[in-house]
Protein backbone atom coordinates (compact mmCIF):
# COMPACT_ATOMS: atom_id res chain seq x y z
CA UNK A 1 0.00 0.00 0.00
CA UNK A 2 1.16 3.30 -1.14
CA UNK A 3 -0.33 6.78 0.57
CA UNK A 4 0.41 9.90 -0.25
CA UNK A 5 -0.40 12.12 3.48
CA UNK A 6 0.07 15.14 2.24
CA UNK A 7 -3.22 14.56 -0.06
CA UNK A 8 -4.47 11.44 1.52
CA UNK A 9 -3.93 9.68 -2.23
CA UNK A 10 -3.75 5.92 -1.68
CA UNK A 11 -2.87 3.15 -3.91
CA UNK A 12 -2.92 -0.71 -2.49
CA UNK A 13 -1.49 -3.90 -4.43
CA UNK A 14 -1.51 -6.82 -3.17
CA UNK A 15 1.34 -9.72 -3.51
CA UNK A 16 -1.17 -12.88 -3.65
CA UNK A 17 -1.29 -15.78 -1.54
CA UNK A 18 0.98 -17.77 -4.14
CA UNK A 19 3.83 -16.14 -3.66
CA UNK A 20 4.34 -17.21 -0.36
CA UNK A 21 4.07 -20.97 -0.88
CA UNK A 22 5.87 -23.74 -2.39
CA UNK A 23 7.92 -23.54 -5.08
CA UNK A 24 7.54 -19.50 -5.34
CA UNK A 25 8.41 -18.87 -1.18
CA UNK A 26 11.52 -21.14 -1.48
CA UNK A 27 12.76 -18.98 -4.84
CA UNK A 28 11.31 -15.33 -2.55
CA UNK A 29 9.17 -15.07 -6.10
CA UNK A 30 7.37 -12.96 -3.60
CA UNK A 31 9.85 -10.29 -3.60
CA UNK A 32 9.92 -9.15 -6.93
CA UNK A 33 5.77 -9.31 -6.60
CA UNK A 34 6.39 -6.39 -3.86
CA UNK A 35 8.76 -4.25 -6.09
CA UNK A 36 5.76 -4.95 -8.97
CA UNK A 37 3.11 -3.76 -7.14
CA UNK A 38 5.13 -1.01 -5.22
CA UNK A 39 6.27 0.20 -8.90
CA UNK A 40 2.20 0.31 -9.87
CA UNK A 41 1.39 2.44 -7.09
CA UNK A 42 4.41 4.88 -8.08
CA UNK A 43 2.38 5.46 -11.47
CA UNK A 44 -0.83 4.88 -10.27
CA UNK A 45 0.05 7.74 -7.77
CA UNK A 46 1.95 10.05 -10.57
CA UNK A 47 4.98 9.93 -8.10
CA UNK A 48 7.69 12.32 -9.36
CA UNK A 49 11.70 10.90 -9.09
CA UNK A 50 12.18 14.60 -6.57
CA UNK A 51 9.82 13.13 -3.87
CA UNK A 52 11.29 11.46 -1.10
CA UNK A 53 9.60 7.54 -0.33
CA UNK A 54 9.23 6.39 3.09
CA UNK A 55 9.08 2.93 2.76
CA UNK A 56 8.18 0.30 5.47
CA UNK A 57 11.78 -1.48 6.90
CA UNK A 58 10.14 -5.05 6.23
CA UNK A 59 11.79 -7.86 5.02
CA UNK A 60 8.98 -8.03 2.17
CA UNK A 61 10.45 -4.66 0.95
CA UNK A 62 14.12 -5.22 0.13
CA UNK A 63 14.15 -5.74 -3.12
CA UNK A 64 11.75 -2.74 -3.35
CA UNK A 65 13.85 -0.37 -1.27
CA UNK A 66 17.00 -1.66 -3.68
CA UNK A 67 15.09 -0.94 -7.36
CA UNK A 68 14.08 2.38 -6.36
CA UNK A 69 17.59 3.38 -4.95
CA UNK A 70 18.72 2.09 -8.32
CA UNK A 71 15.84 4.12 -10.18
CA UNK A 72 17.30 7.52 -8.75
CA UNK A 73 14.55 7.77 -5.93
CA UNK A 74 15.44 8.96 -2.43
CA UNK A 75 14.11 5.65 -0.17
CA UNK A 76 14.00 6.50 3.37
CA UNK A 77 13.50 3.57 5.59
CA UNK A 78 10.76 4.16 8.51
CA UNK A 79 8.69 2.19 10.87
CA UNK A 80 5.05 2.54 9.36
CA UNK A 81 2.89 3.62 12.09
CA UNK A 82 -0.07 5.81 13.13
CA UNK A 83 -3.03 6.74 9.82
CA UNK A 84 -0.36 4.68 7.46
CA UNK A 85 -0.16 1.13 9.82
CA UNK A 86 -4.13 2.04 10.43
CA UNK A 87 -4.64 2.12 6.70
CA UNK A 88 -2.44 -0.82 5.65
CA UNK A 89 -3.93 -3.18 8.70
CA UNK A 90 -7.46 -1.93 7.26
CA UNK A 91 -6.60 -3.03 3.88
CA UNK A 92 -5.44 -6.66 5.33
CA UNK A 93 -8.90 -7.01 6.97
CA UNK A 94 -10.25 -6.41 3.54
CA UNK A 95 -8.43 -8.92 1.69
CA UNK A 96 -8.99 -11.42 3.78
CA UNK A 97 -13.10 -10.62 3.50
CA UNK A 98 -13.03 -10.42 -0.21
CA UNK A 99 -11.48 -14.22 0.54
CA UNK A 100 -13.60 -15.62 2.26
CA UNK A 101 -12.13 -15.51 5.59
CA UNK A 102 -15.66 -14.14 7.28
CA UNK A 103 -17.31 -10.97 7.80
CA UNK A 104 -15.45 -7.55 8.31
CA UNK A 105 -16.63 -8.04 12.01
CA UNK A 106 -15.37 -11.64 12.58
CA UNK A 107 -11.95 -11.03 10.44
CA UNK A 108 -11.46 -7.81 12.47
CA UNK A 109 -12.26 -9.95 16.25
CA UNK A 110 -8.71 -12.26 15.07
CA UNK A 111 -6.78 -9.37 14.26
CA UNK A 112 -3.60 -10.58 15.75
CA UNK A 113 -1.48 -13.16 14.23
CA UNK A 114 -1.93 -15.55 16.93
CA UNK A 115 -5.68 -15.26 16.89
CA UNK A 116 -5.46 -16.04 12.91
CA UNK A 117 -3.76 -18.88 13.87
CA UNK A 118 -6.01 -20.17 16.17
CA UNK A 119 -9.04 -19.28 13.87
CA UNK A 120 -6.93 -21.64 10.96
CA UNK A 121 -6.10 -24.42 12.96
CA UNK A 122 -9.65 -24.77 14.59
CA UNK A 123 -10.09 -26.15 11.02
CA UNK A 124 -6.85 -26.93 9.00
CA UNK A 125 -8.28 -28.76 6.62
CA UNK A 126 -10.56 -26.31 5.42
CA UNK A 127 -9.04 -23.06 5.94
CA UNK A 128 -4.96 -24.03 5.18
CA UNK A 129 -6.05 -22.26 1.95
CA UNK A 130 -5.54 -19.04 3.42
CA UNK A 131 -2.39 -18.76 4.65
CA UNK A 132 1.42 -18.20 4.36
CA UNK A 133 2.31 -21.97 3.71
CA UNK A 134 6.10 -21.64 2.57
CA UNK A 135 7.49 -20.98 5.92
CA UNK A 136 9.21 -23.97 7.32
CA UNK A 137 7.73 -23.67 10.51
CA UNK A 138 3.95 -24.01 9.09
CA UNK A 139 5.20 -28.00 8.91
CA UNK A 140 4.37 -28.15 12.71
CA UNK A 141 0.76 -26.93 12.02
CA UNK A 142 -0.02 -29.81 10.00
CA UNK A 143 1.50 -32.87 12.21
CA UNK A 144 0.50 -31.64 14.94
Known amino acids: MLRRPETSEKHVGLVPLEYFRHPN ?3 QEYLGAATQAVLEGLKALSVNI ?3 IHMCTGYLFTEARKTLRE ?10 TGATQELAEAEYVKSLVEMG ?9 MR ?28 KYRSG
Open 25 to 27: FKH
Open 50 to 52: CEP
Open 71 to 80: LGYQVIDVRI
Open 101 to 109: VGTHRKVAS
Open 112 to 139: SFDGFLAWVTEDLAARERYVKTGWSSWN
